[in-house]
């Protein structure tokens, strides 16, 4: 049986799913490892599928792929565009594309156990492929764990995993230690006193106060943060009123906040209650601001001696020219929740998905045009050749080098 990936690929990217709602996905996945032998454990986690190859003694080595989308409207163009639409966790109708290339994740990792289970008389283990929901909550990785995946199958002596990203195919970001950032969520709910827009005085405007606060939330990078640290707080959604002429009683904002370490973020955290409580007392608010965290992805932490092994594993395979440290990243994932959970070690690096005709320019400045569509843009699109080839390759190879050789 030989797989044809970019078929595959193709058809998750027409067919996308909302985290926790990755049925179709899971069937597709779960499919393709019963055929290669394969014993399979579904609903792992809600929707997660889990796969484990048993091939003698040996290592037990992780491979993680996540499946879910998000809810963008494709803007690509491609004849295999989405045009999905989905209900998402508040019960809202939303379009749902695969913008941040999980399609490509599940694609590489069941091209790359075709290719192993192929290989068995070469290695000695027990290998298990991981396809895991909901990434893009933050959650995913946690709920497989608490949803008993490590008594069903046995704690890896190492997690491997990739994500594709906007630079040239044929390409990888490896780094030792803090690799990307943690991330949290959190809603704020501003208390005002509503009335009339031609009366303000007899009211507390929470848009007023939400405004204020908005503005005196960027200094905690600028003036809290030590330059040689490095953190971001972002307020990606202001929401208040329903007429333009009233006056209403409460606003809210959305943030998202990324940092590098704990103590960071705990300072980022603490700074932010401070300042929108104070906003609120400074602006006579009735009520106390009322905080809702939500997401949270730990730190994504590359275990240096594992790391050691795949770049150099990457380096002989691809060719050293095409290895980089990306340097830590300001996204955030939640497969090191796997790794934890087992107390294994993590090693997880950047594929390339971007035009490989942008290695001159990328090998010379070391950037990317910044027209290039990124993770989570409606224009987003890895090019399917080389790098689904080459994300299954770079699988197999980290997964190689850990395994034990036979006998």
Not at 42 to 47: P, Y
Request: aromatic share 6%; net charge negative.
């Amino acid at each position: 049986m030989t797989i044809d990936l970019e078929e595959l690929y193709k058809d998750l990217h027409a067919n996308p799913e909302l985290s926790f709602q990755e049925t179709r996905t899971a069937g597709i996945a779960a499919g393709h490892l019963e055929d290669l032998g394969f014993t399979v454990h579904r609903n792992v986690g809600k929707t997660g599928v889990v796969g484990v190859l048993e091939n003698g003694a040996g290592p037990v080595v992780m491979l993680r792929a996540d499946m879910d989308a998000l809810p963008v409207k494709e803007a690509t163009g491609l004849d295999y565009a989405s045009t999905a639409v989905g209900v998402d966790h508040e019960g809202k109708d939303v379009p749902v594309m695969h913008a941040c290339g999980h399609d490509v994740h599940v694609t590489c990792l069941v091209g790359a156990v075709e290719t192993l289970a192929a290989q068995r008389a070469d290695w000695q283990g027990t290998l298990i492929a991981v396809f895991q929901p909901a990434e893009e909550w933050g959650g995913g990785a946690q709920t497989m764990v608490k949803g008993g995946l490590y008594d069903r199958v046995p704690k890896p002596d190492v997690v491997l995993g990739q994500h594709v990203a906007p630079f040239p195919a044929g390409w990888f970001g490896v780094r030792a230690g803090v690799t990307m950032a943690s991330a949290d969520s959190l809603n704020v709910t501003l208390h005002g006193r509503g009335g009339h827009g031609s009366r303000p005085e007899t009211t507390v405007d929470p848009v007023l106060m939400a405004a204020a606060t908005t503005v005196r939330l960027q200094g905690i990078v600028s003036r809290e943060v030590a330059p040689g640290d490095s953190a971001v707080v972002t307020v990606g959604q202001v929401h208040s009123g329903t007429k333009n002429n009233i006056i209403p009683e409460t606003a809210t904002l959305g943030l998202s906040v990324r940092s590098f370490s704990n103590a960071t973020r705990d300072k980022v955290l603490g700074s932010i209650e401070r300042i929108v409580r104070s906003e609120a007392t400074a602006s006579g608010a009735p009520k106390d601001p009322e905080f809702h965290y939500e997401e949270h992805f730990p730190l994504t932490v590359n275990d240096e001696t594992a790391a050691a092994r795949v770049k150099a594993a990457f380096a002989a395979t691809f060719g050293e020219g095409h290895i980089m440290d990306p340097g830590p990243v300001s996204g955030s994932e939640d497969v090191g929740a796997l790794a934890k959970a087992a107390d294994a070690p993590l090693v997880f690096w950047f594929l390339g998905g971007a035009e490989p005709a942008l290695f001159a320019e990328f090998a010379t400045t070391g950037r990317l045009p910044e027209d290039i569509p990124s993770n989570h843009s409606p224009y987003f699109a890895p090019i399917i050749h080389p790098t689904l080839a080459k994300g299954s390759e770079a699988l197999v190879t980290a997964a190689r080098e850990f395994l034990g050789a036979s006998q």
